[in-house]
């Protein structure tokens, strides 16, 4: 992890006292779960063709669980569903509960990016209910961000993480097609404004469309992602 990226998250850390805690468990932590995190995805990066649809995310949980969705071993969470995605291309839906959790991602994973759907964590820390802060909740343990904290973090994070990572997949996207950028949640397309000029640089002025598959509830809005996919 970049040493401005750890500056970021450890100003935070220090505005609500917590440097001791810092220091001694989540800077290695998010150390450690960021490079791993862009190990896996950059294994699955290598297996797509051409990016169509880039479906922007907010961060893995990982955790002891090393929960992220490029990651055969963990189970899926309601970030996105393996039925999220055959409903909205018509198929029949899974409801084989003897297949392993390997199988079910492999194929899942493997379809995503036969359609050219790639996932980015626009964030690279991957803050839970394990680290002192997070971004969702507020426990005994942890903190959750309050709306300016979570902007400023990300968006001052956008240049030295987001940035690299519009790039590395440009080489991956036909200069001759509009790409579609879908936001997961309603909290990073309200950020919007912060991510467009990065999107501009990566792949020309205005040269994407923007959605939004979030609805009330936490759940994907499988109609509009249907529609998205349905309207390439």
């Known amino acids: 992890m970049r040493k401005e990226l750890i500056q970021l998250?450890?100003?935070v850390y220090d505005k609500h006292d917590l440097q001791e805690h810092f220091l001694n468990n989540d800077r290695n932590y998010l150390i450690?779960?960021?490079f791993d995190i862009e190990r896996i995805w950059n294994q699955n990066f290598m297996n797509i063709e051409q990016v169509k649809y880039v479906l922007?995310?907010?961060a893995p949980l990982?955790?002891?669980n090393n929960s992220f969705i490029y990651n055969f071993s963990t189970s899926f969470t309601q970030f996105f569903y393996e039925n999220d995605l055959f409903f909205a291309l018509n198929q029949d839906l899974i409801h084989d509960s003897q297949e392993s959790i390997i199988v079910k991602k492999e194929r899942f994973?493997?379809?995503?990016?036969?359609?050219?759907?790639?996932?980015?964590d626009v964030s690279p820390y991957a803050l839970n209910s394990t680290t002192a802060i997070n971004y969702s909740r507020n426990d005994v343990n942890t903190l959750k961000l309050n709306p300016i904290e979570y902007r400023n973090l990300l968006s001052l994070s956008f240049e030295y993480f987001l940035y690299e990572k519009l790039?590395?997949?440009k080489k991956r996207i036909n200069p001759n097609t509009t790409?579609?950028?879908i936001y997961r949640y309603s909290r990073l397309y309200n950020l919007h404004q912060y991510v467009e000029p990065y999107l501009n640089n990566a792949f020309g002025e205005n040269n994407f469309k923007v959605n939004y598959i979030g609805q009330r509830?936490?759940?994907i809005n499988r109609n509009m992602l249907r529609n998205i996919l349905q309207n390439q």
């Open 9 to 11: 998250i450890k100003n």
């Open 32 to 34: 450690n779960a960021h």
């Open 56 to 58: 922007l995310s907010e």
């Open 62 to 64: 990982w955790g002891r």
């Open 109 to 120: 994973i493997k379809t995503l990016n036969g359609l050219g759907i790639l996932i980015i």
């Open 167 to 169: 790039y590395t997949i």
């Open 179 to 181: 790409i579609n950028i």
């Open 217 to 219: 509830g936490g759940g």
